[in-house]
C-alpha cells in the first residue's frame, strides 16, 4: 500500500477509529484540518488474532471490505465529514496489534500525524508508550511522526515518535543553566556549551546503569515519576548522592 492507492498525498493526517459512537475526536481533526491542502485519512484495524495474522502491509479501501460493525462504524464517520463539509479517506487494515497496524498503515501512506481518542482501559502515557513501542518495530527509514490523543472535551496531549528533543521542565532547565554557569565559571571552560554538559550526564547514566547502581537509579525514577504525577500529594523528589 502506498499514499498513491488512496490518491491521498504525503502528509497526510491518519486517524484511527474504533468506536462509531465516539468521534468526536474526528470531528476535532476535521474542524481544525484544510484539506484542500492535507488528506484526512480514517482508518480501523480489523484485528486478526491467530498465528498466521495479517499484517499492515495489506491495506482495503473500506468499500472493499465491510463487516456489519465496519459499515456502522463508517457510516458514522462520513455522517461526520457531510457535517464538516470535509472529504476523508476510508481505509480497512488488517493486523494482530491495533498499534503496529497504525504505525505501519502511517509509514506507508506517508503520514505527519496520527490521531486518535483517549483509550478507555490505557492510560495517555501507556498509549504513547505502546505506540512509541510499535514506531520502534517500523522497518526502516523510520518517519517522523506525532501522535495526537483527543479527549472528548477537546483536551489534547501529544507525543513525539522516534529520537526527538525532549520537553524539559523549568526546573530543569534552570539547573542545567545553573550547572552551566558554575563550570563556565573557570576561564578554561568558558567555550563550554549546555549540550556538552548533557552529554556528559548521559554517558555517565548508561555507564551506571550497566553497573552497581542500576536497581538504585531506577527507584530514583520511579520516585520522581511518581512525584510529577501527583504533584498536590507534595512527595518529595529523591536524588541519587
Partial sequence: MSSSILDVRPGNILVAVRDPHNLCYLRDVLERAD??????VVMTARLYHR???FSGSTSYEAKDIFDQYEQ???TAVVSVAEKEGKHVSLLVVPGSNVFDTILLTAQQLQSSRVVTGFSEKLSPDQQGKLTGDAWERLPEPKPRLTLELIRKDGGVTEYQL???????RPEDLALLHQLWLEITSEPQMSGLHHYDLVAIALEKLRDDLSGEEREKILNVMLENAAAS???KLKIPRSRIN
Fill in 35 to 40: 484539506t484542500s491542502k492535507q488528506d484526512v
Fill in 72 to 74: 456502522e462504524l463508517f
Fill in 162 to 168: 522516534g529520537p526527538h528533543e525532549p520537553r524539559l
Fill in 51 to 53: 498465528e498466521h495474522a
Fill in 229 to 231: 504525577a501527583h504533584p
